[in-house]
């Protein structure tokens, strides 16, 4: 299977733990997105990278939350001090920027976080 | 503010009918506007993209229409199946180079189709 893998597709964790998630992009493409999904709502955009820098980051992605791509492939997101309010679906998905285009993002299959 | 509404928020309908969803956003300029099904729990897929010069695409049983005038969009299913049970969620992506890349998601309408 050549598509987005995510790990671990659920976790749960008590308020305060900190967690960390991998996501294993399309391996030719370029670009990485993680975004955040609760129920009912769509994905909103946490931050991307484009190779291994960290190009954009949204006002949602808080101080406890930080996320790499130190070889340009895969990412990892990290959650510190983890709250309540962190529970959902943490999606990542990955496309393949070429002359001036974003190109279609391909989504995994989330990581659902359930914070206790 | 950049935003995306979809409605209905939920549709139920029989197999074998027709469906249309509708998608109107505030985003401009814009690139290209896309619909991706989300089934429950897992990633979304994308169905359809279109161009601001674009009017139709299809894929399949899916018709997405565009009228960037109105700046509307809509996605028609034909011939509903179980399997088209889903959320169905319209994208629109602003001009790149314009600043910030993001992508403006809509809530999604979701679609149940019954026996």
């Known amino acids: 299977d050549t598509g987005v893998s995510q790990d671990p597709r659920h976790k749960i964790t008590k308020r305060g733990q900190n967690v960390t998630f991998r996501c294993d992009p399309i391996s030719e493409h370029n670009r990485l997105y993680w975004y955040r999904q609760t129920l009912g709502q769509g994905p909103e955009f946490l931050t991307y990278f484009q190779n291994e820098a960290q190009l954009e980051k949204s006002r949602l992605l808080s101080d406890r939350f930080s996320a790499e791509r130190p070889k340009g492939s895969f990412s990892t997101l990290e959650i510190q001090r983890t709250e309540q309010g962190d529970s959902a679906m943490y999606l990542c998905?990955?496309?393949?920027?070429?002359?001036?285009?974003?190109?279609?993002?391909?989504f995994g299959p989330g990581t659902r976080l359930l914070v206790l | 503010k950049n935003q995306v509404e979809q409605s209905p928020q939920s549709l139920i309908i029989l197999e074998g009918k027709n469906c249309t969803l509708q998608c109107n956003y505030t985003v401009s300029p814009f690139s290209n506007l896309r619909w991706y099904k989300q089934d429950t729990g897992r990633g979304p897929v994308s169905l359809t993209i279109m161009t601001f010069s674009e009017n139709t695409k299809s894929n399949g049983r899916y018709t997405a229409t565009l009228d960037a005038d109105t700046k509307q969009s809509s996605l028609h299913i034909t011939a509903s199946q179980l399997s088209d049970s889903a959320s169905y969620i319209c994208v629109v992506s602003p001009v790149s180079g314009a600043g910030s890349y993001q992508l403006t998601f809509g809530k999604g309408t979701k679609l149940s189709v019954i026996p």
């Open positions: 998905a990955s496309s393949l920027r070429t002359s001036g285009r974003a190109g279609t993002q391909y």
